[in-house]
């Protein structure tokens, strides 16, 4: 049941967890400092002589003070840099923690367990948290931490280091990697890729016609972005032989397909998400492209049955 303030306990859950990993409650607002100004004081020379001897080393001795003022001054304008830049990256560091954990908040929320987050996870989390700045990633991460909350162990903390780096434009394609991704079987993450199928024969070798993947926005230099960041195998992967005798199901967000072979030797030919890349795409909302599943339903009926 709710609690009077509309919080149920997964919420709750979250607003505690959050509190437990910034060590104190969370406040919108929590930083707000002000630096204090060091003052500089010299003394000054009295007594100015007539004698000339004399009137040059005080002449010496103001020019050394004028000297040190100059490089006092200096040295007072270079720590106020300082402390203000320090000042302004804590500021922007909190900012973009209560962003995404403001985000978390406004998620749906899931199920959640009794099960607490890991303290290192959220350490990590944390750290990494707080130097993402732009809005669409920052969403990523309150999904992150929302998913996490729910379900501890979700995301590796080599996830996170992935998705720390991360950048706007292989985030896109990594979702469109996800609308095209499939799995054999409904209980399994979707992650295979297809784009045709081999019939391996020593007297007759074919294939069917291969998808153009970069037509559904995967282009061949987004894979290769996909697979340096960890989220993509980089060779294509082939599937062993698949019965005659036996149906094999495709399962994509909503469409599921069922294929039976026409012939012995027939292989699926895919590309694959990595087990961090399974990991992420739970981040990503189940879609699905259409016209691939058409293309692909187009392809692979030269060997099998659709």
């Excluded at 979700?154 to 985030?171: G, H, I, Y």
């Excluded at 045709?196 to 020593?202: E, K, Q, T, V």
């Excluded at 590309?271 to 992420?280: F, I, M």
Aim: with cysteine.
């Amino acid at each position: 049941m709710n609690d009077l303030l509309g919080l149920g306990k997964t919420t709750d859950k979250l607003i505690s967890t959050v509190e437990r990993a910034l060590g104190a409650v969370y406040r919108p607002y929590g930083i707000r400092r002000e630096a204090d100004a060091e003052a500089y004081r010299l003394n000054t020379l009295e007594d100015a002589k007539t004698d000339a001897q004399v009137r040059n080393t005080v002449e010496l001795a103001r020019a050394k003070t004028e000297a040190n003022i100059i490089l006092a001054e200096g040295q007072q304008t270079l720590e106020a840099r300082l402390q203000a830049r320090l000042r302004h990256e804590v500021l922007r560091q909190q900012q973009n923690i209560e962003r995404i954990v403001v985000g978390a908040l406004t998620e749906p929320q899931p199920e959640s367990g009794v099960e607490d987050v890991d303290e290192d996870w959220l350490t990590g989390f944390f750290e990494h948290a707080q130097k993402v700045s732009g809005a669409e990633m920052q969403a990523l991460w309150s999904r992150v931490l929302v998913l996490e909350v729910g379900t501890p162990g979700t995301f590796s903390s080599r996830s996170l280091d992935v998705l720390r780096k991360m950048t706007p434009r292989e985030a896109i394609a990594f979702q469109a990697a996800c609308r095209l991704a499939s799995s054999y079987s409904i209980e399994s993450s979707r992650k295979n890729i297809l784009y045709g199928a081999i019939h391996d024969s020593w007297y007759w070798p074919a294939e069917t016609p291969e998808i153009e993947l970069s037509e559904f926005d995967l282009a061949f230099l987004d894979r290769v972005n996909l697979v340096q960041i960890g989220l993509m195998y980089e060779d294509s992967l082939v599937s062993g032989d698949i019965s005659r005798d036996k149906q094999l199901s495709l399962h994509f967000a909503s469409t599921h397909l069922k294929l039976q072979a026409k012939r012995v030797n027939v292989k699926i030919r895919c590309y694959s998400l990595t087990p961090v890349g399974s990991e992420l795409a739970a981040l990503i909302a189940p879609e699905e492209d259409s016209a691939y599943i058409a293309a692909l339903c187009a392809s692979l009926s030269k060997f099998f049955h659709v």
